[in-house]
């Protein structure tokens, strides 16, 4: 573990569809790989369904335990999405069509006169308190309310949200990492890192077994926010494959 | 919702290489799509550091809350690979070296005597009370305590591993899905959908928007243990492309 404490961070992934198995959740290691660069660790994830009182339990319990909270999935215009109504309820305030959300979803539309149907308009149903985020691709914002970011679902989405939101998230300094690739089989590796973890409790070592056409090696990596120490600890590790 | 109430499952992802964003996890998915196919609710999904206290925290908490819990990850021999002991722990039993998991991981060396050094001898620590999992691949076995399945994080591994579990499972009549693509924007599809959702509350509608070249639909989904139901709903979702 790194001296300088990082700020904590959770995920919720919100969706039928992700726990059904039809859909293939990619935002939790986009997310993931986004916090870790800017020293902020995410500390853990949870995967729900479309149900309002388990989103609303989850949020409640992990706004509570981390610096910052990520939601995905459940802010489109459909019945089945009900985030921003279950945020609003966990922080008790209310909801409602708010003119700037509804002003930037119209450019959305040709005709938004027409087109801004009812459903859509959900999509601007925004809690009271709450800061928009931008969705350049197609438009219904997300918004942050408290330590809470709720973004979309949509890949695409999702990846453009957390741009506009990192620039807002207090980091520390990032964990560096150092990755060896030795070719040998984790079994030998193991006695030879775990005294390593004992000498250096202050970085943290993983390691990563991999097959390639059936010669076993490992990728092993080492993480600490300080260089010189992953520097002292680079030719043991590199030792290693010998 | 289904009229047949299904068996519930939880799963935990364990790994510091899932939350730092360096490993993209897609045991997920394979354990919802082969639960769902026999009937059963993949209802929770905790991804988690390798830390003991969250983890036994972690497994306790879901054991007790659904039929079926299944971890991925942490069963190798390095000293990051604690899952095993996290979970003896959970469940208040002793863990040592089992002698049929220590003779089964003894024929994935050419010479047991030498190879099968105290570090890979871990993957042979079985907690007590539990029956082994197969691992064709590298012979490592998972294990069954109680209601919690053990499995490795290598996704080949998992994989076989879950093959060998499944026939143990008590399943349910498997959810039944119908998918009909829409060439509509999902915005234009909510309302009607929501009037299906009500009409028939047993059934649940999924909308799954895309985008293919600037051209927007929209993959309507209805879910039901019951064929004569989705039989019944399939033109009337049909006719929404109209």
Same mark, same amino acid.
């Given at each position: 573990?790194? !001296?300088?404490?990082?700020?904590?961070? $959770?995920?919720?992934?919100?969706?039928?569809? @992700?726990?059904?198995?039809?859909? %293939?959740?990619?935002?939790? %290691?986009?997310l993931?790989?986004?916090l870790?660069?800017?020293?902020? $660790?995410?500390?853990?994830?949870?995967?729900i369904? !479309? #149900?309002?009182?388990?989103?609303?339990?989850?949020?409640?319990?992990? =706004?509570?335990?981390? #610096?910052?909270?990520?939601?995905?999935?459940?802010?489109?215009?459909?019945h #089945?999405? @009900?985030?921003?109504?279950?945020?609003?309820?966990?922080?008790g &305030?209310?909801?409602?069509?708010?003119?700037?959300?509804?002003? @930037?979803?119209?450019?959305?539309?040709?005709d938004?006169e027409?087109?801004?149907?009812?459903? /859509?308009?959900?999509?601007a149903?925004?809690?009271?308190? $709450?800061?928009?985020?931008?969705?350049?691709?197609?438009?219904?914002?997300?918004? +942050?309310?408290?330590?809470?970011?709720?973004?979309?679902?949509v890949?695409k989405?999702?990846a453009?949200?957390?741009?506009?939101?990192?620039?807002?998230? +207090?980091?520390?300094?990032?964990?560096?990492?150092?990755?060896?690739?030795?070719?040998?089989?984790?079994?030998?590796?193991?006695?030879?890192? /775990?005294?390593?973890?004992?000498?250096?409790?202050?970085?943290?070592?993983?390691?990563?077994?991999? !097959? =390639?056409?059936? /010669?076993?090696?490992?990728?092993? &990596?080492?993480?600490?926010?300080?260089?010189?120490?992953?520097?002292?600890?680079?030719?043991?590790?590199?030792?290693?494959?010998?």
């Open positions: 573990m790194p !001296d300088t404490p990082r700020p904590t961070a $959770a995920m919720i992934v919100i969706g039928d569809e @992700i726990l059904s198995g039809r859909t %293939q959740d990619i935002n939790v %290691q986009v993931a790989a986004a870790t660069e800017r020293g902020i $660790a995410l500390s853990e994830v949870r995967m369904p !479309d #149900d309002a009182a388990v989103i609303v339990a989850t949020v409640n319990d992990l =706004r509570a335990r981390y #610096d910052t909270v990520f939601t995905s999935g459940g802010i489109g215009p459909t #089945d999405d @009900i985030t921003a109504d279950c945020v609003a309820a966990a922080f &305030v209310g909801i409602d069509v708010r003119e700037d959300a509804r002003a @930037i979803l119209a450019t959305n539309y040709a938004p027409r087109e801004l149907n009812a459903d /859509r308009l959900r999509m149903r925004i809690p009271d308190g $709450a800061t928009l985020i931008a969705n350049p691709i197609s438009k219904a914002p997300g918004f +942050t309310l408290g330590n809470v970011h709720v973004m979309a679902g890949p989405i999702f453009v949200m957390l741009d506009g939101v990192l620039p807002t998230l +207090t980091g520390a300094p990032p964990l560096l990492s150092l990755s060896v690739r030795i070719d040998r089989p984790e079994g030998e590796l193991a006695g030879p890192l /775990r005294g390593l973890a004992e000498r250096y409790p202050d970085v943290s070592f993983g390691s990563y077994p991999y !097959d =390639r056409n059936g /010669r076993l090696g490992c990728m092993i &990596v080492a993480r600490s926010a300080d260089q010189a120490r992953l520097d002292e600890i680079a030719p043991q590790i590199t030792a290693l494959s010998a």
